[in-house]
């Protein structure tokens, strides 16, 4: 609100359905605004909808009733591949190519014979990437869980990263998931370890649910050279492999293939599949019976679906999203609120196409003006720091807000410069530090807040989880790390090494004392 404000700009408030809550989250963010920010609402919108927009009427005139406010809008769930605002996803930094077909594996603490998926990154339409958050996952094509040495674990790792959650929505939405010997075990209904031979303690998990499946974990591994059939909806691809694992699989469902003798093996449900075969891929039938379900699924003839250059995937994408957006919204209420009351008649406009340094840059210069503007005079040393909190909040309070300790930037700079490692305790956080420029410098960025070394030291080590985060996060980093923690109890963990003094430690005058 406050960079509207500044440009004296009107203001469409999305929120977004799919993480739930999102009435009462738009009424109350208008309730809460201040009568000048809120004059500069013009509508609202509802983002990431799935399903029939009729059943949200009763709800939306709710919310009109409640806000005064118009809803321009229901935006329905669109899969799109779009950059996020901080970072990149890891293929979409390549300036190579990129494939129709996005297939996500996702890597697993303890993963295992990820050699099975070598030949789908060789097919000319599969792209093949390996995802560790929800953020990195996106919306595939193909959702793939792999083998592990831990079947019990990793599956509490899932859990605890979003990773699980974000699977079950895109299945639910369709998109095929293929699980892998342990990733196939991971998709079934149970996991009992009653005997911990896996996880080491006796427990029983409940698992994805999304095959009709159940595994019992005994001692016994199995081993064996196979040859199958896969059955439908790749009916007839020949599969060779090998199978190594513990636990035995109960299976209620459709069989994935059938060994030579006739035996059937794996399970099939809707469009997700699980099967024990390793080298699953190795004979080519099944790539090419895979990426050619995957194209008809998607709508596009695999003759036709070349690989496009980065630039032209982008505007691809993009378009979709447009298109998407355009045909949800009232657009006439849009065009109004911006001024454009009759947009068919405007001249056609050439785009005008600006690097993303140079519109920083150009950023960086009106904050500088309007910091002088209003008096605010920022010292030197802390400048760029307080410019980059304004540049991400659109907040010219932080310059009046923010506290230094004297001497904490060069200390911070110097840090960093001597290979410090910067640890958060947010994945956004984490996506948003330039690991290219730390990495010239020796240093690394962390997050442990999916590590599951810190989900067992969180079961009973006597600290609320903000503080047991801390401390595990702590652990095993150089001592002359940068911290970032946004958690209230890490807050006040930092005022008790505040008030205890700085502990003194090798390479960094300024480092904190361990918990």
């Known amino acids: 609100m406050g960079l509207a404000k500044l440009v004296d700009a009107p203001v469409l408030l999305a929120g977004d359905i799919d993480r739930g809550g999102v009435f009462a989250q738009m009424y109350g963010t208008v309730a809460l605004l201040e009568p000048d920010e809120r004059a500069r609402i013009c509508g609202l919108i509802i983002n990431k909808f799935r399903g029939d927009v ?185 599969l060779t492999g090998y199978e190594i694992h513990t636990g035995r699989t109960a299976v209620n469902g459709a069989p994935f293939c059938r060994y030579a003798d006739g035996t059937p093996e794996g399970c099939v449900q809707n469009a997700v599949f699980g099967t024990y075969l390793h080298g699953l891929f190795d004979s080519g039938e099944l790539t090419e019976q895979l990426a050619a379900y995957l194209c008809r699924r998607k709508g596009i003839a695999p003759e036709t679906a070349a690989p496009l250059a980065m630039a032209d995937y982008r505007t691809q994408q993009l378009d979709l999203l447009a298109d998407g957006v355009r045909s949800a919204l009232d657009m006439g209420a849009v065009y109004a609120a911006m001024g454009l009351h009759n947009p068919q008649r405007r001249k056609k406009m050439t785009p005008q196409h600006h690097l993303p340094a140079d519109i920083e840059r150009t950023s960086m210069d009106i904050i500088t003006a309007e910091l002088a503007s209003r008096g605010l005079a920022v010292p030197p040393e802390n400048a760029a720091v307080v410019k980059r909190v304004i540049h991400t909040t659109a907040d010219f309070d932080y310059a009046e807000n923010l506290r230094f300790t004297p001497g904490a930037v060069a200390a911070g700079v110097a840090a960093m410069r001597a290979g410090a490692a910067v640890i958060t305790d947010t994945n956004m956080a984490l996506a948003g530090i330039t690991k290219p420029g730390l990495a010239k410098l020796g240093g690394q960025a962390l997050c442990f807040m999916a590590d599951p070394a810190v989900a067992a030291a969180a079961k009973g080590g006597g600290l609320d989880p903000g503080r047991r985060r801390h401390a595990q996060g702590r652990a095993g980093v150089p001592r002359c790390g940068a911290g970032r923690w946004q958690r209230p109890t890490a807050l006040l963990t930092i005022a008790d090494e505040i008030e205890s003094g700085p502990a003194p430690c090798a390479g960094h005058r300024r480092a904190r004392r361990p918990l």
Request: aromatic fraction near 4%.
């Open 54 to 238: 009729e059943i949200l009427r009763p709800g939306l005139a709710m919310l009109e009733e409640k806000t005064q406010l118009p809803v321009l809008g229901v935006v329905p769930y669109l899969r799109v591949d779009i950059e996020d605002e901080d970072s990149l996803a890891p293929r979409l930094q390549s300036k190579s190519a990129v494939k129709p077909l996005d297939a996500a594996v996702l890597r697993l603490p303890h993963i295992s014979n990820f050699t099975d998926f070598m030949p789908l990154e060789q097919h000319p339409l599969l792209g093949v990437r390996y995802v560790q958050s929800v953020r990195e996952l996106g919306a595939p094509d193909l959702v793939i869980l792999p083998g592990t040495k831990n079947t019990v674990n990793d599956l509490l790792w899932l859990r605890q990263s979003g990773l699980e959650t974000a699977v079950l929505k895109l299945a639910a939405g369709g998109t095929p998931v293929l699980g892998v010997c342990g990733g196939y075990q991971l998709l079934g209904e149970t996991l009992d370890d009653s005997q911990g031979t896996e996880s080491g303690h006796p427990q029983t998990l409940r698992g994805l649910g999304l095959l009709p499946t159940r595994t019992v974990f005994t001692a016994e591994k199995r081993r064996a050279q196979v040859t199958a059939t896969a059955a439908a909806p790749f009916a007839g691809a020949a």
